[in-house]
């Protein structure tokens, strides 16, 4: 049974840190991991996908990389602000699966200004 | 592109009485997923549709719990007989493709069960 675990559960850094969340999986035979925020009693925001063939992706100040092999994923935000302030999921697709997203308990930021 | 849509997005119900949760995929997608988020638990898969077929319903659980996703229309998630244990935010999220596709969530349904 897939298992993901987000270290550390929970962040708080000075605004203008770079900072690095950190995501594991059990199974490596995965379709694809997504990270994902979440705001206080919101829905969930896709910010980057990786595919199992990919190593990283990059989107603005974020940088997510993938090592299939060892279960591992980071989620690296440089220079923080306190509008990064939410829950950051990591989740990922088996491939046994094809569909379901199996999610991590979170890691819970806090930027402050 | 309108994201995905859901409603209502807060849903209050006495015990045992039924409760309807709608989704409306984003445009060009076929493929809906219902997710549940319990208080301080993580989210968790329940069930995966297609078009007027369940692809994958392994997490939903074994009682009072159904989805179906018309040929027109939205997805409809339905509990009968709520229970308090069935206080939670539910997501729907949707993919143009199955597998490597990337889901989109819409902002979730939060059910109080009274």
């Known amino acids: 049974k897939q298992e993901v675990t987000q270290i550390p559960a929970a962040l708080s850094v000075p605004e203008g840190e770079n900072l690095v969340l950190n995501c594991s999986f059990t199974?490596?035979?995965?379709?694809?991991l997504q990270w994902f925020r979440q705001d206080p009693g919101k829905g969930l925001t896709s910010l980057l996908l990786?595919?199992?063939?990919?190593r990283e992706q990059t989107s603005g100040r974020l940088n997510a990389s993938l090592d299939k092999s060892s279960g591992r994923s980071t989620l690296y935000i440089a220079a923080s602000q306190p509008g990064d302030s939410a829950t950051y999921l990591c989740?990922?697709?088996?491939?046994?699966?094809?569909?379901?997203?199996?999610f991590g308990e979170g890691t819970q930021l806090t930027v402050n200004p | 592109n309108a994201g995905v849509m859901q409603n209502p997005r807060h849903l209050v119900r006495r015990r045992g009485q039924e409760a309807r949760l709608r989704c409306s995929p984003m445009?060009?997608?076929?493929?809906v997923y219902w997710y549940r988020q319990l208080p301080e638990e993580g989210l968790k898969f329940m069930v995966y549709?297609?078009?007027?077929?369940?692809?994958?319903e392994s997490g939903m659980p074994k009682e009072r719990f159904s989805a179906e996703f018309p040929k027109e229309g939205p997805s409809i998630l339905r509990i009968q007989q709520v229970v308090r244990g069935d206080s939670a935010a539910y997501f729907c999220?949707?993919?143009?493709?199955?597998?490597?596709?990337?889901?989109?969530f819409g902002p979730g349904t939060r059910l109080t069960v009274l």
């Open positions: 999220a949707s993919s143009p493709i199955r597998g490597a596709g990337e889901q989109f």
């Open positions: 199974d490596s035979a995965i379709y694809n």
């Open positions: 990786i595919q199992s063939s990919q």
């Open positions: 989740a990922v697709i088996e491939e046994t699966s094809g569909s379901r997203l199996t």
């Open positions: 445009k060009g997608h076929s493929h």
């Open positions: 549709l297609q078009k007027e077929n369940i692809i994958d």
